[in-house]
């Protein structure tokens, strides 16, 4: 039999087997049995070593005083690495286990963001492409993560404290160590990340010692965007053995995904390029802007080249942690003359930038950002979408085509938080899903509406006017171009056998994809409004028969149109007199004095709000319930 006793601060259990909860030790004498524990727990951190102790007396039931005696001395010393795991911008020492992320309102887990953007303007790259703190402000981009250590300073003297990670998570995060003053960009050392996998840590600050992590890479086919790191107190007092691990933490972070922005929130920023021939389209949508209440940038003609198609070269979107949030420009792979831009012109102080490319030669047409969207937010199976989800267009299921390429296609499903549907665009020459629908914002609980291009809806208007006697009612009239438009009348459309035919096929393949769209995101047909628009055949693919309502620029309440030049019947043209009562405050159109322009979305992009600007928690990512398992020559920034 023994009895086991501990100095004031040392409580001691004793569990008799794995059946029996653990019971205080210093109630009796206990047997010794087989599968019976000895627990020890020390309440606070020693103040000098060995300055606590456990004794054991064996005792024989013979004998009235003890046969021997053990004595364990104790130092007891706490240590922790910490982080922001609960989301509220501060340090957390909450008891959660560090080791896991979870997901949802309840959950929990250290976030961090890609340091992507360039806070130092003399610097070239990207904040975390080298290892090297330039600019203070860079470090408003990175995590903080605390190791704390209390105990017996004595006790350092033959131990160690090793911070460490796996090779595998050093390529997706870098740790900095501060190491002097605060306001020194030299103070803060690299000490983990690449090729840098251990670090011994050494007691600069006493108690606390600060580091600060960056992530390197977004989540993608090869990451899932989880990074540990860990801290060890290594045993190197007997110089007969190596050093031995007595204890280790764990922190996890979750590299924060890049999250688009959908039509429906307001603008803030709208990018147009300015080219040959399009003074007027710039002016319009420097109007329209305007009125929308949003900044212009015009990217002159000796930077894009009279590349137009700025939407098609990049999609804006953004970055989000408790402690930062920042708009990220994603570069699409098309590479046209406008590739330099993003990178020269919009990356900069908190705006960052990532691209994706295939090492090959995959790249199509619908790897440009008009074949990139995202709706708002929805409700479909049983599921919360409150981010939205991204469409993407490629073929049919199972079928040969185009496809958005890998890289990007492997980039967009790992960022998880706006799931994909993929739709079948490659009925259309150009390729993308913003040709025949968009999404624009209604004041009613649903707060949007979809738009689809529908030949069906628009041959039913045709109809109505040649009812009405006004067949002869021309396309086309007063377009002045460089070459010359032919008119063609509503009576020629309508006996255009080809032409009705073709339009038939579109419509069966807008058909399907409204199917999907409705199954996918929840749609009822009450939220989708059918817009006439008509289509031609171009090397067996369908292009716009007339300019492409769908394809607009919403900003806000304010709509930017394509002019379609429709038939113009008592002085009003009936496809912008059809617009006129879809029921929107502020419609707008935009036009140019010459051709018209056949995608106008293609030729501006918008930068919106971000979710966090919100009083609604859910719309921020990291606490969503989830489940998861001329032409037209702008671009707009959303807030």
Request: charged share 25%; glycine share 6%.
């Amino acid at each position: 039999m023994f009895e086991v006793y501990g100095t004031p601060g040392v409580d001691i259990y004793v569990s008799p087997s794995m059946e029996r909860a653990r019971e205080r030790a210093d109630t009796r004498r206990w047997h010794f049995d087989t599968g019976l524990e000895i627990i020890v727990v020390m309440n606070s951190p020693s103040n000098d070593l060995n300055d606590s102790h456990v004794q054991i007396s064996y005792h024989s039931s013979h004998e009235p005083l003890p046969l021997a005696y053990a004595v364990l001395y104790l130092t007891c010393v706490d240590i922790a690495l910490d982080c922001d795991r609960n989301c509220e911008g501060r340090q957390s020492r909450s008891f959660v286990d560090k080791r896991d992320w979870v997901w949802g309102p309840g959950g929990y887990g250290a976030i961090l963001l890609v340091n992507c953007d360039r806070d130092d303007l003399n610097c070239y790259n990207q904040d975390n492409c080298d290892r090297h703190v330039h600019c203070l402000r860079d470090l408003e981009d990175m995590s903080v993560m605390v190791l704390r250590t209390q105990g017996p300073a004595a006790l350092f003297d033959d131990h160690k404290l090793i911070l460490h990670t796996s090779s595998y998570d050093a390529k997706w995060a870098r740790v900095f160590h501060a190491c002097g003053p605060k306001d020194s960009c030299e103070a803060y050392r690299h000490v983990l990340g690449r090729d840098k996998v251990s670090y011994e840590v050494p007691r600069f600050h006493g108690d606390e010692e600060h580091f600060f992590v960056e992530g390197l890479s977004f989540p993608d086919a090869s990451f899932t965007g989880l990074v540990s790191f860990h801290v060890t107190l290594l045993d190197d007092s007997n110089e007969d053995f190596s050093e031995s691990p007595i204890f280790t933490d764990t922190v996890v972070f979750r590299v924060a995904p890049w999250i688009m922005t959908p039509s429906t929130l307001p603008p803030l920023e709208v990018y147009v390029c300015r080219v040959r021939n399009n003074k007027g389209f710039v002016d319009a949508v420097a109007e329209l802007a305007r009125k929308a209440g949003c900044k212009l940038t015009i990217c002159p003609q000796n930077e894009n080249r009279n590349d137009r198609w700025i939407q098609d070269e990049m999609e804006l979107g953004y970055v989000q942690a408790p402690h930062k949030t920042f708009p990220v420009v994603f570069d699409s792979p098309r590479n046209g003359e406008l590739q330099d831009f993003p990178y020269k012109r919009i990356l900069g102080p908190d705006f960052g930038y990532v691209t994706r490319e295939p090492q090959d030669s995959s790249v199509s047409g619908l790897d440009s950002f008009g074949n990139l969207e995202v709706s708002p937010p929805v409700v479909a199976n049983g599921k919360e979408y409150p981010l939205g989800r991204i469409l993407i267009g490629g073929n049919l299921p199972g079928s040969s085509g185009r496809r958005v390429t890998q890289v990007v296609r492997d980039f967009l499903y790992a960022q998880r938080v706006q799931p994909p549907v993929e739709l079948f665009v490659d009925w259309l020459a150009v390729g993308h899903v913003d040709e025949f629908l968009s999404f624009v914002p209604a004041p009613d609980e649903k707060g949007f509406r979809m738009l689809l291009a529908s030949p069906s809806a628009c041959f039913k208007l045709f109809q109505e006017k040649q009812k009405w006697g006004h067949g002869g009612a021309l396309l086309f009239k007063g377009v002045v171009g460089d070459k010359p438009v032919n008119t063609i009348s509503i009576n020629q459309v309508l006996s255009n056998a080809s032409l009705i035919s073709y339009n038939k096929s579109v419509q069966s393949c807008i058909d399907w994809n409204r199917e999907v769209l409705k199954r996918e995101l929840g749609l009822t047909e009450r939220d989708i409004i059918d817009i006439p628009q008509l289509f031609k055949t171009e090397r067996r693919k369908a292009v716009a028969f007339f300019p492409d309502l769908v394809n607009m620029l919403v900003l806000g309440k304010h709509l930017g149109i394509p002019k379609p030049f429709g038939p113009v019947i008592n002085g009003r043209c009936c496809l912008e007199e059809k617009g006129l009562t879809w029921g929107w405050a502020g419609w707008s159109r935009v036009s140019t004095h010459r051709s018209p322009p056949p995608r106008a979305k293609q030729h501006a992009t918008v930068e919106r709000p971000r979710a966090l600007e919100t009083d609604d928690p859910m719309l921020i990512w990291y606490f969503s319930a989830l489940n998861l398992s001329g032409s037209v020559f702008s671009s707009v920034k959303w807030a």
